[in-house]
């Protein structure tokens, strides 16, 4: 009864007010474990790292409006994914939204419990912002992507919440090169 209690808990999907405006969203509930500028893709960007704990709501939710462009899945370790080498080493999936006017990444990372990670979109889907993508299950991190000039608005240790939470306002800005 204690199990099903749990499991019940862990997969809920509560409701979200989503915010207007040219704003991107926390893809997923947690705390921030990290912002940071890093050369990725070949490109400086801001990181935004969010760690999800076992008690935490692990839906995943569209940061931005847009076409999924590119989408790729990558094996690998399941360290603890607080850890910031858990950003590279762990097994993870990346997903590359264009909007109008800018294109984000994220990253669904698996952690040493969170051994399946869920992406319930395609390639050419179109998907609103805050909507529900995917999620990770049992303790995991989400790695965010921005543009330089798209600053994050939050900290370390802040609280964030999938889909309502506000990480960035959005300024015209050069799109991430591709992956690959």
């Known amino acids: 009864l204690v199990l099903a209690a749990f499991v019940l808990?862990?997969?809920r999907d509560p409701e979200r007010a989503i915010p207007a405006g040219e704003v991107v969203v926390s893809p997923a509930d947690g705390r921030v474990v990290g912002v940071q500028q890093v050369l990725w893709a070949g490109r400086?960007?801001?990181r935004v790292s969010i760690f999800l704990s076992l008690l935490d709501v692990h839906v995943n939710r569209a940061p931005v409006a847009g076409i999924i462009r590119d989408l790729s899945y990558t094996p690998g370790r399941f360290l603890m994914a607080s850890r910031p080498e858990a950003s590279v080493e762990n097994e993870q999936n990346?997903?590359?939204?264009?909007g109008e006017r800018f294109t984000v990444t994220f990253k669904q990372?698996?952690?040493v419990l969170a051994r399946r990670i869920v992406f319930?979109?395609?390639i050419g889907d179109r998907v609103e912002r805050g909507e529900r993508v995917g999620l990770i299950k049992f303790g995991s991190r989400v790695d965010?992507?921005?543009p330089t000039d798209t600053p994050p608005l939050v900290r370390v240790g802040d609280r964030v919440k999938g889909g309502s939470s506000i990480l960035a306002r959005l300024e015209a800005s050069v799109p991430p090169?591709?992956?690959h």
């Open 144 to 146: 965010l992507f921005l």
């Open 94 to 98: 990346t997903v590359t939204i264009e």
């Open 9 to 11: 808990y862990f997969f």
């Open 109 to 111: 990372i698996a952690g």
């Open 177 to 179: 090169a591709p992956l």
């Open 120 to 122: 319930r979109k395609k």
């Open 44 to 46: 400086p960007h801001w």
